[in-house]
């Protein structure tokens, strides 16, 4: 992204957004309600207008950007589909449609990689399960699977961890540790760190519609490692823990500012 | 089986099979995307085209097909513009279609509003050799997009968004659900009635839905209910002497009410027998 606004309709919610990622860069988003952490990945999904600037993927303009079988992505919703039971092996097939020409029937490769990433979220009991009739937790790790079931290059997630029970939370921080060692790129937005900590290589903080820090994953910040922007005070956080509801934390920010 | 040897009634049966075949594949679309209505919005503005079809005297079903189809892609475009809602885009089209097919018909010579009643709540036995091969034609096509794009029309309906973001053409798949609901809309104006289609579209999926564990098996008992209803409602409309229409729709809502009744049953009696078992 360089010099992007982005938001909807004629409303900015981002704005002057420099923001780079590269191959095989875990990227953790971070803020308060509010100050455009899902905007920001929505802009690279194509889900947001860009208003100004420009949004590139793998150097090439959203716009006319094809290959999206390279990005998955995980949605903020807590629950799967609409009132027609559907089973997780039915939803996490979805994931595998950019792969494929419109109307060409799946292949054994396309029902393998539905397999594998059922069976990375550590679904594979449920496959004929109806989505709906599993726990919040469970539903989220089949937009997990759904997601990894296209193979991306670059997985984009949306508040993961949110609200999701501690197997769900290990279970995801596992998966991602292993895409990242396998050269995935990821970038997620979340509240809480918790158990992502050791999977992240950079933290990004948006505040008020701007990236106010983007450098070394908060714990080296939270030990006095210097940001690019300048000491960060950040004691209080506990990168282990859940955040406070209102991400107490983004004070981070507040001391950057007033440096 | 008397009724088999009327002619009338093996064309009004073989339609009556076609759109208990083709209505649910399409209504499942529908039902999953909070859409149930919109083959009421359609069958409203296919009826101004049979309106201009009686006052030229040209094929009303014809008419009405390019109408539905018309209606069916601006009322899409509308609602994925975000012009205005699809409330009130569907809203338009109830009432610009009902005034328009009761305006024009009123000129035609003798016309009056009571022409269209056969429209409205189904004439099958009024059903010609035409109309039947046309609607064969129609629901080969809407079966060809429902059956063969089924994975696509899931992720679409199931999560626009996500279709959106994995690059999937959402647009041109949703103009294409439409498309095919205003044909299946059409199909079904003989049969069941533009008034009532909607119920066809939508009754044997809910009911199917109570009792299926996946899309597909949805799918698949929803086809059988539209099947059953269809032909029997016929057969019984004939000795009976009843409208086809108001027949079919009423024995769905009754293998609905049959469905739910025995599924609340079976649900209380296992958690009877769940809380039993903790107990002891």
């Known amino acids: ?259 | 089986m008397e009724f088999l040897s009327y002619e009338f009634m093996q064309r009004a049966l073989l339609a009556a099979l076609l759109v208990g075949l083709t209505a649910p594949t399409v209504g499942v679309y529908l039902v999953q995307r909070r859409l149930a209505l919109i083959g009421d919005g359609l069958g409203h503005v296919a009826l101004a085209g049979v309106a201009i079809g009686v006052l030229t005297s040209q094929a009303p079903v014809l008419i009405a097909l390019v109408f539905a189809v018309g209606g069916a892609l601006a009322l899409e475009l509308i609602r994925a513009r975000g012009r205005t809602s699809g409330d009130v885009a569907l809203a338009i089209m109830f009432y610009g279609g009902i005034a328009g097919g009761v305006v024009i018909i009123s000129q035609a010579p003798g016309g009056t509003p009571g022409n269209l009643n056969a429209f409205l709540f189904g004439a099958i036995t009024t059903t010609t050799g035409a109309d039947v091969a046309i609607f064969a034609l129609l629901c080969g096509v809407v079966l060809m997009v429902t059956l063969g794009l089924s994975r696509y029309l899931f992720a679409v309906s199931n999560d626009e968004e996500y279709a959106l973001a994995s690059g999937l053409p959402v647009l041109r798949l949703n103009l294409l659900l439409v498309v095919v609901t205003a044909m299946t809309v059409v199909v079904s104006m003989r049969v069941i009635g533009l008034l009532l289609i909607s119920a066809l579209m939508i009754l044997p999926i809910a009911a199917a839905q109570l009792i299926a564990s996946s899309f597909r098996q949805t799918v698949a008992i929803g086809v059988g209910i539209g099947v059953l209803v269809s032909v029997s409602g016929v057969t019984l409309s004939f000795y009976a002497d009843t409208p086809s229409g108001g027949t079919i729709v009423l024995l769905a809502i009754g293998v609905f009410s049959v469905v739910a009744l025995v599924r609340a049953v079976l649900t209380a009696a296992l958690r009877r027998r769940g809380s039993t078992a903790s107990a002891t």
């Open chain 1, 1 to 259: 992204m360089r010099g992007a606004a982005v938001g909807y309709g004629e409303r900015a919610v981002l704005r002057e957004v420099d923001f780079r990622v590269d191959a095989g860069e875990a990227v953790a988003v971070l803020g308060p309600n509010g100050a455009g952490k899902s905007t920001l990945i929505r802009a690279i999904l194509g889900l947001a207008d860009v208003l100004a600037g420009s949004v590139e993927l793998y150097g090439v303009p959203r716009s006319s950007f094809r290959a999206w079988h390279r990005v998955g992505y995980v949605p903020q919703s807590h629950t799967v589909g609409g009132g027609i039971p559907s089973t997780v092996r039915e939803v996490v097939s979805s994931g595998r449609l950019a792969h494929k020409r419109i109307a060409r029937p799946f292949s054994t490769t396309d029902r393998r990689a539905v397999e594998a990433a059922i069976h990375a979220v550590n679904l594979s009991a449920q496959t004929r399960n109806p989505v709906g009739t599993l726990s919040g937790g469970q539903q989220r790790r089949v937009l997990i699977a759904r997601a990894l079931a296209g193979e991306p290059e670059l997985l984009v997630l949306d508040e993961p961890t949110a609200g999701v029970d501690a197997e769900t939370r290990t279970v995801l921080a596992q998966t991602l540790a292993q895409l990242v060692a396998g050269g995935t790129t990821i970038l997620f937005v979340t509240h809480e760190l918790g158990e992502m900590v050791p999977v992240i290589t950079r933290t990004v903080v948006v505040e008020r519609g701007r990236i106010s820090y983007d450098g070394a994953p908060l714990p080296e910040l939270g030990h006095g490692s210097v940001s690019p922007l300048g000491r960060a005070d950040c004691e209080h956080l506990d990168p282990h823990g859940a955040a406070p509801e209102s991400f107490s934390g983004l004070r981070l920010s507040t001391g950057l500012e007033a440096r």
